[in-house]
Each structure stands twice: as C-alpha cells, then as structure tokens.
T-cell receptor, first 113, second 115 residues
Framework: DQQVKQNSPSLSVQEGRISILNCDYT??????FLWYKKYPAEGPTFLISISSIKDKNEDGRFTVFLNKSAKHLSLHIVPSQPGDSAVYFC????????????FGSGTQLTVLP | DTAVSQTPKYLVTQMGNDKSIKCEQNLGHDTMYWYKQDSKKFLKIMFSYNNKELIINETVPNRFSPKSPDKAHLNLHINSLELGDSAVYFC?????WGGGLNEAFFGQGTRLTVV
C-alpha cells in the first residue's frame, strides 16, 4: 500500500524554466510533508518542508504547495539549473508517530543546459 | 565533516552469511533510523531508535536487528542473509523524537548484494 505516490518517474526541463514535481498521498493523518533531493551514490538531503497548517512554503528558488483537500503537494523550482538534476523524493509523516517518514518512489529531474 | 556516515559503502556477500553495517552520526541527534531502498526505489523505514524506545517496522524480518552501543551509533546486524536482502540501506538521524522539526539527515547508503 503506497501511501505516498510520485507518479512521474522522470522529468526533463530546460535550464531557466520552471520544474514542477508532483506528489499525492492517501493517508489523511499525514500532517508534515518534506522534499528530499538525492544525487547518485549519496544519501537523500533535506530540501524543504511544509506543515499541514500552511498551503505554501518558499525557500529561494524552491516552493512547496500543499492542497490538503486533494491530498496533493508539489515542488516548484524556478529557475531550474543543471545542478538541480537529481532524484527528488516526497515524504510525509504524522505528528507523534516517532517521526517516521513515508517516502514516495522519487522523480528523476534532468535540467538540460 | 560527515554528519552521518555508514560503513561499508558496498558489501557483497554470500547467502547464509551474517553481516553488519555501521552507522555513526556527529550531529548530537537523539534519534536514529534505518531505511531500506528496494528495487522499486522506495525508501522504507525499518527501525526508529532513541535511548528509550525502539520501533520496529512489522514487515522487517527478525533476522535484522539494530544495535546501539551509544547515542551516536546505530549498527544494523543481519543474520542468515537471503537474496532478497539485496538493496541499498540508509542510516539517518534526526534531532527530535515525536515532535518538532523532523528533517532527517541521511548517510550515503550501503549497497548490499547477496549472491
């Protein structure tokens, strides 16, 4: 049972344009959402997060949007840069659940120069 | 300065062997985790551990056991390795157990191949 789904395994975007990565979840108990970025042969690194009390969180070029009614979140990267090429994992957790993260399967983003 | 480090990075071993993967964090975090990335690329929690509580994902076979000699270390022991154990294993740590920010810091992963 995949509680966090990233339906696009890959995405290619031209440098300077916007990258939009999508994530859907099924567990309505999730109240904290995160995006991680992973380069080959490295562990995931935290990128940005959002609490369920918000619908938007911005950090530089990265913005995460949360639509609770649709159980959907997205990560916008603008402008995209070649160094952004990586696998992006969406993750979710439930407050008080020992903060175990439930991950999606990842989306490989390729930013073309 | 590596925040979360795992050794070895690669591990090739035969079926039936017992092996360990070591993990150390120098962040002063109270909570450590083991995740398994399977062939479909999902990262799945195996264990959550602090000095008071161990939470085991019910799907993890009891051949897998975490061992924590101190707060900065959480090693993973695997007995009687099977072909299906082949995967990438990630250690992680976070500052707070059950509350507050929960961004986890991950190690670089250990690619285990059972032949």
């Amino acid at each position: 049972d995949q509680q966090v789904k990233q339906n696009s395994p890959s995405l290619s975007v031209q440098e300077g344009r916007i990258s939009i990565l999508n994530c859907d979840y099924t567990n309505s108990m999730f109240d904290y959402f995160l995006w991680y970025k992973k380069y080959p042969a490295e562990g995931p690194t935290f990128l940005i997060s959002i609490s369920s009390i918000k619908d938007k969180n911005e950090d530089g070029r990265f913005t995460v949007f949360l639509n609770k009614s649709a159980k959907h979140l997205s990560l916008h990267i603008v402008p995209s840069q070649p160094g952004d090429s990586a696998v992006y994992f969406c993750a979710a957790s439930v407050t008080g659940s020992a903060r175990q993260l439930t991950f999606g399967s990842g989306t490989q983003l390729t930013v073309l120069p | 300065d590596t925040a979360v480090s795992q050794t070895p990075k690669y591990l090739v071993t035969q079926m039936g062997n017992d092996k360990s993967i070591k993990c150390e964090q120098n962040l002063g975090h109270d909570t450590m985790y083991w995740y398994k990335q399977d062939s479909k690329k999902f990262l799945k929690i195996m264990f959550s551990y602090n000095n008071k509580e161990l939470i085991i994902n019910e799907t993890v076979p009891n051949r897998f056991s975490p061992k924590s000699p101190d707060k900065a270390h959480l090693n993973l022991h695997i007995n009687s390795l099977e072909l299906g154990d082949s995967a990438v294993y990630f250690c992680a740590s976070s500052r707070v157990w059950g509350g507050g920010l929960n961004e986890a810091f991950f190690g670089q992963g250990t690619r285990l191949t059972v032949v």
